[in-house]
């Protein structure tokens, strides 16, 4: 099956600083690739989503580019802010219907320090 | 539109104990799934519902059982609670099919089993 590897664990930023978390999937046929962003003891929130027949989508200050062949995709975060801290999750999936369910990495813990 | 709800939000249990944890959404959603979140862990999809009337077992579906009552409400039950279910629950739903893939989270269930 479909595993999803997440790095890093723990990122720690300036105010203002880009960050970058990466994420390598296993099952060439995942197809959507999704970033949830969780802040503490709240639920998970789609904040941005890469579908397999694009290679980079942007909105606004986050970014998502997917690299098929390599099997990995990455989310950047530019000019962060603090209330950009928060854990960060990757997963893949093969889309929808019973093919929908998402595999997800084990998250990043990104701290923007102003 | 409230989204997706679940009940209770906390629940303390004791071992041998047996509970049902609600889920419900008000979005037309054919798809519905529960996981849970450990620390260090990510998400693990215990079951999911692909449409009204199926449901399959995900990554970690041992000790859990689930009922798809209606298209709205999507319900998963511990028959005899174990410390190891100490976990956070979160129910999710998606259009499924081949719509938007996106999956709206429910606020979440925080089960202690003592």
């Known amino acids: 099956g479909e595993n999803v590897e997440q790095h890093p664990s723990t990122l720690s930023v300036q105010e203002g600083d880009s960050a970058v978390i990466k994420c390598t999937y296993s099952d060439s046929a995942s197809n959507y690739f999704p970033w949830y962003k969780q802040e503490l003891g709240k639920r998970p929130q789609l904040i941005i989503d890469i579908r397999s027949n694009v290679g980079e989508k942007k909105d606004q200050r986050i970014a998502v580019t997917l690299n098929k062949t390599a099997k990995h995709f990455s989310l950047h975060i530019t000019e962060t802010q603090p209330e950009d801290s928060a854990v960060y999750f990757c997963?893949?999936?093969?889309?929808?219907?019973?093919?929908?369910?998402?595999?997800f990495g084990k998250g990043t813990k990104l701290s923007v320090k102003p | 539109n409230a989204g997706v709800t679940q009940t209770p939000k906390f629940q303390v249990l004791k071992t041998g104990q047996s509970m049902t944890l609600q889920c419900a959404q008000d979005m037309n959603h054919n798809s519905m799934y529960w996981y849970r979140q450990d620390p260090g862990m990510g998400l693990r999809l215990i079951y999911y519902s692909a449409s009204e009337g199926t449901t399959d077992k995900g990554e970690v579906p041992n000790g859990y059982n689930v009922s798809r009552l209606n298209k709205r409400e999507f319900s998963l039950r511990l028959e005899s609670a174990a410390p190891s279910q100490t976990s956070v629950y979160f129910c999710?739903?998606?259009?499924?099919?081949?719509?938007?893939?996106?999956?709206?989270f429910g606020p979440g269930t925080r089960l202690t089993v003592t």
């Open positions: 997963a893949a999936s093969l889309g929808g219907g019973s093919q929908g369910n998402l595999i």
């Open positions: 999710a739903s998606s259009i499924g099919g081949t719509g938007s893939y996106e999956q709206y």
